[in-house]
């Protein structure tokens, strides 16, 4: 029998609990004959408790408080490190060094110095070692970005990004390692981190950055009196303390094929859950995405023949659903400005409607976990 392959989480917050689930579906996903089965070996979280519940909940042999142990364990393979930043490259080397595949989350890393010794970490190790950008794997963003790597959209001209969320708007939402380096590190690198890497796979390298701003809206906040998990909410003390990273930053790039681009990321949006969303425009098509509507984007191209709607100067681009065929799909002829995609597709207008629709709602926490 094919040994298994011995899994373990280091983290039981936010994005540990989505790895742990992760692991546990693995093989029900893929379809690849040579898979070994998985065994969900452990769960490690200095919050006792949270490590029992995790590791029950997602059917783990194990919970344990210290991330050593699950390093000092042979008979675990394959780690996920899903705890705050700053602990990320010393539990990435004790564990590559242990002989130890590793997912490891976003950022990276907080500093650059950090950040390359851990690029450099497999170099000399026979070990398998990953980072979570888990965005590529959308079907959406990986349609556009085919579209932009096949030409489609002719030569990239601009590249628009924003990561919009709304999980740090409330004054009163606890101190936690996010809002204080070095363990946080701030809009950029927490949620920017993501958008920059789908600007990559979408346009390729930024070849140089400018015109940065970093701005703080909410400088103090209140200490929590014991563990936080995620943005959730939790006890909090009087006493308040400083925030030393920013809530929202922007800035603008020049792309190696000489496109230029704009970003602005933001935890302090009111009313964006998870706003992650682009635009990438060329001389002969557009494509954009909007998390908001993950299941779909617009793609539009000079190859599509013009309605009466466009030759009277709006252009009525279609929002496909990412099927495998409707992705590959030029834009049919359409009727009155009514994109025909495919039986699923959503005209812009119904789009705009639930725009309506979720502006008019009271103020409520993001019911997605972001990054
Ligand atoms: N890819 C994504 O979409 C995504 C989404 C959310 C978070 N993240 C990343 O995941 C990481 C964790 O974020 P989160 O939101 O889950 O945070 P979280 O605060 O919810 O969870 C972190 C956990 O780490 C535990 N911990 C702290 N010190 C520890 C130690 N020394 N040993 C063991 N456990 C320890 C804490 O008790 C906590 O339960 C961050 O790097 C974050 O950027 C990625």
Redesign the pocket.
């Known amino acids: 029998m094919t040994t298994p392959l011995s899994v373990a989480v ?9 790895h742990a689930n992760g692991w546990r579906m693995a093989t029900t996903m893929f379809d690849v004959e040579d898979l070994p089965p998985v065994r969900l070996a452990a769960v ?4 006792g408790p ?1 490590a029992d519940d995790a590791a029950k909940r997602y059917g783990y042999d194990k919970a344990v ?3 050593e142990e699950i390093v000092d364990d042979p008979d675990i393979h394959v780690v996920s490190i ?4 700053d ?2 490259r010393p539990i990435a080397e004790a564990l590559v060094k242990a002989g130890k595949h590793v997912l490891c ?3 990276l890393a907080g500093t650059l110095e950090d950040g390359k010794a851990m690029a450099d970490l497999e170099q000399d190790a026979s070990v398998v070692t990953g980072v ?4 590529r794997r959308n079907p959406a963003m990986a349609a556009v970005s085919q579209h932009v790597t096949a030409g489609d959209l002719g030569p990239v001209t601009l590249f628009q990004g924003r990561y919009n969320c709304d999980y740090a708007c409330d004054p009163g939402g606890a101190l ?3 809002y204080t380096g070095p363990k946080g590190s701030g809009a950029l ?2 949620i920017g ?2 958008l920059i890497d789908l600007a990559e796979f979408v346009n390729g390298p930024i070849a140089s950055v400018a015109g940065g701003q970093l701005t703080i809206s909410i400088a103090q906040r209140p200490k929590p009196l014991g ?6 909410a939790a006890p909090v003390s009087d006493e308040t303390g400083e925030v030393t990273n920013e809530d929202t930053a922007a800035w603008t790039v020049r792309f190696a094929n000489g496109s230029s681009g704009t970003f602005a990321v933001s935890r302090t949006a009111f009313g964006m859950p998870n706003g992650l969303a682009f635009d990438v425009y060329g001389l002969q098509g557009r494509a954009s995405v909007d998390w908001h509507r993950p299941a779909e984007y617009l793609y539009d191209d000079a190859l599509a023949p013009r309605s009466p709607a466009a030759s009277a100067g709006s252009s009525p681009a279609r929002t496909c659903p990412t099927s495998p065929a409707a992705t590959r799909c030029r834009r049919p002829a359409t009727v009155a400005g009514t994109p025909r995609c495919s039986p699923t597709s959503v005209a812009p207008s119904s789009t705009r409607s639930a725009v309506s629709r979720a502006r008019s709602r009271p103020t409520r926490p993001s019911p997605t ?3």
């Open positions: 280091i983290g039981a917050g936010m994005a540990g609990r989505s490690a979280d200095a919050n949270l408080t210290s991330w899903v705890v705050g930043n602990l990320h989350e976003k950022p979570g950008f888990t965005y936690a390692w996010r690198a927490d981190a993501h563990f936080v998990v995620g943005h959730g976990p972001t990054a």
